[in-house]
């Protein structure tokens, strides 16, 4: 899963710095700023890193924001410290506000109630420049718990006063549903208002919403239309996507050639799907040279502290592809981004822990991590968590505390979250029995695909379980898991086609089906085929190729065919006395 990150908002260079600033120094800021906004750390991090230490006051206070929260870098609460008390010495406005929002000790150390009074007073006379900061210290959990509720109210008022980096912020807050009910109709609206005002991180996340057709009808000529500029200004996520889109043929003519070089400028600052697009079009020894270069790369970004890179090198090593196996190394680079807050590596050592798999198995050590994935409000974690209390797996069973988890997983669409609770509603267990929330949750998960879903329903609309009998929906839902391969499915919709229910009376798709299902082993589908065989229909009349059929399903104890040879003397003697016991 793609990491969920908290959105920053764009740095500002203060107003008015202490010292005359040197035309080559104002230019190295200003470059550093717009790679900050293009998402390229490591480039940021080379501009403002020297500036800081000649004395750059506002490349030092935002510095120490990176060194917080480990964007680009390691994360360092100290060093971050250090550059604010700098930057502040200097008279750094923000940077003072930040320190204010601790008390001198031997360390730095929270004053909750000094620094409530102060920033909420600030913050309610709507001087933007404080929400800017309450926003970094709530929203990026800068030394304080995590607050997205208090995050989303600075964003709010931001917004609300016309602030496009506030707009885009808070668009990205409902788009991940962090702190939110996730909104993604009320994110396009956001975005629009903070691309209208020129804000490419908005146009970049607009243009990438019409692209996945997310919050907004899909549209690629649109999207096309917003990432080219912002592509073209160095976004990585912009690059990538018009890479796609020209490979594709997506709202632009499909060109090979142009698709290559948007993925090589995506690759060259570290975007892995663009570096494995890369890899796959060319195993000539040069891309071979090529891949080395790319996880040098990888490993580079990684020993300066980015998250991503640590994850994408773990799921690397873990998997193997690309470099020899390493399970070890994996669990090691997905802790260095797990202890960063990446929910996906989080999860990731959470699994590896539970498996035993690169680490001894430690079933509380797993339950660990994967609670840390589930509090930053993860879907997946949270089903994975859920199941853990169900069966007691390094936590103390606790069914209603599985079922919490589940409800929590399947409101934000996860299909095996819905799935499992659309059982647990049909069969009474752990929870009041109420079919027309079982069928409520089987109808989330079947639109989604889950097979299993679909094969329920189906059932129980042909059945009439708890709602109201309807062959031809039945026969939909069944069709929808038997094209997925289904075997139950498949010879239910071959039944269905003999009795001409919900579809066309035809033998010869209930045949059909049915040698899908016995390929895969179905015994009921085998006995199926030998009925069909015995009585001709859809098939020649053939009493031989009927008993061969009910053999094969009287192998795996299927009592109708055993019964069937029975009459015949046709059953083997472990068949009869199978049908005996």
Not at 340 to 346: E, K, P
């Amino acid at each position: 899963m793609p990491q969920q990150s908290h959105p920053l908002p764009s740095f500002k260079r203060q107003a008015s710095t202490p010292f005359a600033e040197p035309q080559n120094q104002h230019a190295a800021f200003d470059a550093g700023m717009v790679a900050y906004n293009k998402g390229q750390h490591a480039t940021v991090i080379k501009a403002w890193k020297p500036l800081a230490d000649l004395g750059h006051a506002d490349a030092q206070c935002n510095l120490g924001v990176m060194y917080a929260t480990g964007l680009g870098v390691h994360r360092d609460s100290s060093e971050a410290i250090r550059l604010y008390r700098l930057a502040a010495d200097q008279g750094h406005v923000k940077a003072q506000h930040i320190l204010g929002f601790y008390q001198q000790g031997e360390r730095m150390q929270r004053d909750d109630e000094e620094a409530a009074k102060l920033w909420s007073l600030m913050t309610d006379q709507g001087y933007s420049g404080f929400q800017f900061i309450l926003w970094i210290i709530y929203g990026a959990a800068l030394e304080v718990p995590q607050d997205f509720n208090e995050a989303i109210r600075l964003c709010r008022l931001g917004a609300e006063q016309g602030h496009a980096n506030m707009q885009y912020a808070l668009g990205r807050f409902y788009r991940e549903g962090h702190g939110t009910p996730k909104d993604c109709e009320e994110a396009v609206r956001l975005f629009r208002l903070a691309a209208d005002q020129g804000f490419a991180p908005a146009q970049n996340e607009l243009g990438l919403m019409y692209a996945v057709g997310q919050g907004i009808a899909e549209d690629f000529e649109k999207a096309f239309r917003l990432l080219l500029p912002v592509a073209e200004q160095g976004y990585v996520e912009a690059q990538y996507t018009l890479a796609v889109m020209y490979q594709e043929g997506l709202g632009v003519q499909q060109d090979d050639e142009e698709a290559v070089r948007w993925y090589r400028l995506a690759a060259d600052e570290g975007n892995s799907n663009a570096q494995n697009e890369l890899c796959k079009r060319d195993s000539s020894m040069d891309a071979a040279q090529e891949v080395q270069d790319l996880i040098r790369r990888y490993h580079l970004a990684a020993d300066l502290g980015s998250a991503d890179a640590q994850y994408d090198l773990g799921l690397m090593y873990a998997d193997g592809t690309v470099v020899q196996q390493d399970r070890k190394e994996a669990v090691r680079l997905y802790r260095l981004a797990a202890d960063q807050g990446d929910l996906r590596a989080q999860f990731n050592l959470g699994a590896m822990y539970g498996a035993g798999l690169g680490v001894e198995q430690n079933h509380e050590e797993a339950a660990r991590f994967c609670r840390l994935a589930v509090d930053q409000g993860d879907a997946c974690a949270q089903y994975n968590l859920a199941i853990r209390y169900r069966d007691g797996l390094g936590v103390q069973e606790d069914q209603q505390e599985a079922i919490r988890l589940y409800r929590l997983s399947a409101e934000q669409g996860y299909s095996s979250a819905q799935l499992n609770l659309g059982a647990m509603y049909e069969l009474g267990s752990g929870l009041a029995q109420d079919y027309q929330e079982a069928v409520r949750m089987y109808r989330l998960a079947a639109d989604q695909g889950v097979v299993q879903a679909q094969y329920n329903l189906a059932r129980m609309y042909k059945n009439g379980e708890s709602v109201l009998q309807d062959y031809e929906e039945a026969a939909r839902l069944y069709r929808l898991a038997a094209d997925q391969g289904d075997a139950p499915a498949q010879h239910n919709l071959g039944v269905m086609c003999i009795n001409g229910q919900g579809v066309a009376q035809d033998y010869l798709e209930a045949v059909r089906l049915f040698r899908l299902a016995a390929d895969q082993g179905d015994a009921s589908a085998q006995y199926s085929i030998g009925v069909m065989h015995e009585e001709g229909l859809g098939v020649p009349q053939d009493d031989g190729e009927a008993i061969n059929w009910y053999r094969l399903a009287a192998g795996q104890g299927h009592a109708d065919a055993q019964s069937e040879l029975l009459k015949r003397g046709a059953a083997d003697p472990g068949d009869a006395r199978n049908n005996q016991r």
